[in-house]
């Protein structure tokens, strides 16, 4: 076991396509798609593993290194499956477009242009590039071009995605200098349930649970109501620029809260030894599995990912390890019998059809998320719980105030825009 892991960034942008072939990233997209439903339809056909990659890769029209990331990003899909009994199956009729992955200097290429603006250079498809320029927020594009030009941080793998029809790049890059204390090596296990108007964080170490927190912020609710009304109405009237107006100020106001809820978080898991901060992985279900309404909802609110997105930016700065877990059956398991039924929970009530176990129904589920998080990344065992301590809730003031700085670029992106707001916000 290692002691730290080296720092690495996803920086996400949009790919501001200059050749006139953009067409081509969308088809590699969905041939990606079509590589990874046969891997799972071979893997289920009982096809021996190791023929696989072969056998989708002479199929496939992609660069055969991308097909074989796919081919792994499936089989790990399989094995968690095969592993956790809980892990639905994964689906191979699924269609859309699912992420190429690409090694920097061989699948795409960046470069700093006279203007100052990073440009890009993917290989589609075999010998076909599609190049352009990178489009994104400013905290991102400051760490590209530092990467570009000092050895402080490398840069290594992206995807190439379409979210909203748009489409992007995500280049992972590593810190060179700082580094991660591993995962592994954790004394607490801090699991993190996202809702709509608040984050439950519940601690969790050999000895029990540490402490619970309840972080409201029922005003990020209530804006993103308003703000949807307000839209609503100017579109209506057919007011579009007014209607992308409201849409900045209602990212920027969000972006602004989480931030800050997300720092709170960061700030209250350092206090414990050796914190890891444990998710839901809502995004890896997203990929490989087909799941009902409520699920689908939950994905799509803003808050879910932006929150997780900017604690796992900022807690590698505290030296904080973040993990991910499989959200499945975290909001209906008892935390003390283990119980595990959907009439358990009953809005923010739970209250346990077995042994009568009453809660908060977001504490009981960052409980559970913990003990996935020990279970998925410990050595050490889950402890018995016996008793919880009370739930304590702060809640982050209310201001009236929307002080929205003007878009200076307009993005198609809502939630993932990291905003202007730096690293240390
Ligand atoms: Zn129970």
Not at 46 to 65: M, Y
Not at 171 to 195: A, I, L
Not at 254 to 278: A, G, T
Request: net charge negative.
């Amino acid at each position: 076991m290692t002691d730290s892991q080296p720092l690495v960034k996803t920086l996400d942008f949009q790919l501001d396509i200059q050749s006139d072939n953009g067409g081509l990233l969308y088809d590699a997209t969905l041939e990606a798609r079509s590589a990874y439903n046969e891997t799972i339809r071979l893997a289920k056909e009982g096809v021996d593993w190791n023929a696989i990659p072969d056998r989708v890769a002479d199929e496939a029209d992609l660069v055969k290194n991308t097909t074989q990331r796919v081919v792994v990003k499936a089989l790990g899909a399989m094995e968690n499956y095969h592993e956790y009994e809980d892990f639905g199956v994964p689906s191979h009729t699924k269609d859309g477009t699912y992420p190429i992955r690409a090694n920097y200097e061989e699948g795409y290429n960046l470069s700093l242009t006279h203007d100052g603006d990073v440009a890009f250079r993917i290989s589609a498809k075999p010998y076909k590039h599609v190049k352009g320029v990178l489009k994104g927020s400013d905290t991102h594009l400051d760490i590209l071009k530092i990467a570009l030009e000092s050895d402080e941080w490398n840069i290594g793998t992206a995807e190439v995605l379409f979210h909203n029809d748009t489409a992007e790049l995500h280049v992972n890059v590593t810190n060179t200098e700082q580094t991660v204390r591993d995962k592994q090596d954790s004394r607490t296990v801090v699991g993190v349930d996202v809702n709509e108007d608040n984050v439950a964080l519940t601690a969790l170490s050999e000895d029990g649970v540490e402490d619970t927190l309840v972080i409201d912020f029922p005003e990020i609710k209530f804006e993103r109501h308003r703000y949807f009304t307000m839209r609503k109405r100017v579109q209506n009237a057919g007011k579009n620029s007014i209607h992308d107006t409201l849409e900045g100020r209602e990212e920027r106001f969000v972006c602004d809260r989480l931030h800050k809820v997300s720092r709170h978080l960061v700030e209250w898991s350092r206090q414990f030894e050796k914190p890891c901060i444990v998710f839901e992985d809502l995004k890896e279900m997203r990929d490989s599995i087909d799941y009902g309404t409520r699920m689908n909802r939950r994905l799509h609110h803003l808050p879910f990912r932006a929150l997780q997105y900017y604690t796992s930016y900022k807690a590698p700065f505290e030296s904080i390890p973040t993990g991910w877990i499989n959200p499945e059956y975290t909001s209906q398991r008892c935390p003390m019998c283990e119980h595990t039924e959907r009439a358990n929970r009953n809005k923010k009530r739970f209250n346990c059809r077995d042994c009568g176990h009453q809660d908060h129904s977001d504490r009981s589920a960052s409980v559970n998320i913990a003990v996935k998080g020990i279970e998925k990344h410990q050595d050490w065992n889950v402890p018995a719980l016996n008793s919880l301590p009370t739930v304590r809730k702060v809640r982050r003031q209310a201001s009236g105030a929307v002080d929205a700085p003007t878009v200076t670029h307009p993005t198609a992106r809502g939630y993932q825009a990291d905003g202007r707001m730096g690293v240390s916000d």
